[in-house]
């Protein structure tokens, strides 16, 4: 066994050598691996072009015992990350009910 290891065989003897190659692209992964790049892509371009807006935000909520307390520095001339999607991501993040995304927004 020692000798088969030290020879640096990647299969078990008896058994043919198992190859570690490139994996196999289909075209569902092509396609997502283009659309993330397109992605990026846009983020990079309209990232730079955001002019800085910064306006602080406090954020103080109570719903059936849960409370939510939050102080950020909004961007508002961000156009990527919206209200809607900020709020969303906050509760998710809390595990927090949907009843709070239309409360953080307002």
Do not use: C
């Not at 290891?5 to 569902?28: D, Y």
């Not at 990026?40 to 955001?50: G, I, S």
């Not at 998710?92 to 009910?97: I, Y």
Request: glycine share 6%.
């Amino acid at each position: 066994m020692e000798q088969w290891l030290e020879r640096g065989h990647l299969s078990t003897p008896g058994f043919p050598r198992v190859g570690l190659g490139k994996p196999i692209e289909t075209a569902e992964s092509k396609a997502a691996s283009q659309k993330q790049q397109e992605i990026k892509k846009f983020v990079d371009e309209n990232a730079m072009k955001v002019e800085e807006d910064l306006v602080p935000v406090r954020i103080d909520l109570e719903y059936e015992g849960i409370r939510l307390r939050e102080n950020i520095i909004w961007n508002a001339g961000d156009k990527l990350i919206t209200p809607e999607y900020f709020a969303k991501q906050v509760a998710a993040d809390n595990d927090l009910p949907p009843v709070f995304e239309n409360e953080i927004i307002s």
